[in-house]
């Protein structure tokens, strides 16, 4: 497929680079990816979907990176959702409660992190409020106790500064975190 005498050689780098013969049209080099097809792409996009909860975005930038056709893009992901495949609210509430209860994660990054996926608005907001307050106002409580007692600094004032910091940049808002820190 390759001859010795068809590599070019490139002068910045000294990469070899195979070059096709001019007799071979047909056939494709290895180091070219091939195109996903809609008949390829459509079974492929319900295992993705089917393995785990996702959003839209996350179906849309996987079948790019198939290298399937963007007029064909649209058509597979509206066939995913009437197939209930794709259900993005369903993605946003499943989104938001794993995030809070396994990653401890407040509102706000919850939301951000949705924002950032590309959820529509009313999903977001849905999703925010399918999370427990109570369980999360508990769970705050238990990590307040736990990041104070790891936290090494002397001073309390400068120790309490850097739990709350801590804690705002996993999403929580000042007021819940003061409250969950009163009884420190």
């Not at 839209?56 to 649209?74: C, G, N, T």
């Amino acid at each position: 497929m390759f001859h010795e005498d068809t590599l070019k050689i490139t002068a910045a780098r000294g990469i070899r680079i195979p070059v096709m013969d001019s007799f071979l049209p047909n056939v494709v080099p290895p180091f070219m990816p091939k195109r996903s097809t809609t008949g390829e792409a459509l079974p492929k996009a319900r295992n993705y979907c089917a393995r785990q909860e996702r959003c839209q975005q996350e179906v849309r930038d996987k079948l790019y990176a198939w290298e399937v056709p963007a007029k064909e893009i649209e058509p597979i992901i509206s066939q995913l959702i009437g197939e209930g495949f794709l259900n993005e609210a369903r993605f946003a509430e499943h989104y938001a409660v794993s995030k809070s209860r396994q990653k401890g994660w407040g509102l706000r990054k919850i939301e951000a992190a949705l924002k950032q996926k590309q959820v529509s608005e009313p999903c977001i907001r849905a999703a925010l409020k399918a999370v427990d307050q109570e369980e999360q106002e508990g769970r705050l409580k238990m990590l307040v106790d736990k990041r104070w007692t790891k936290e090494k600094e002397p001073d309390p004032f400068v120790k309490r500064q850097k739990v709350m910091a801590y804690f705002l940049r996993r999403g929580f808002s000042s007021g819940e975190v003061a409250k969950a820190m009163s009884s420190l």
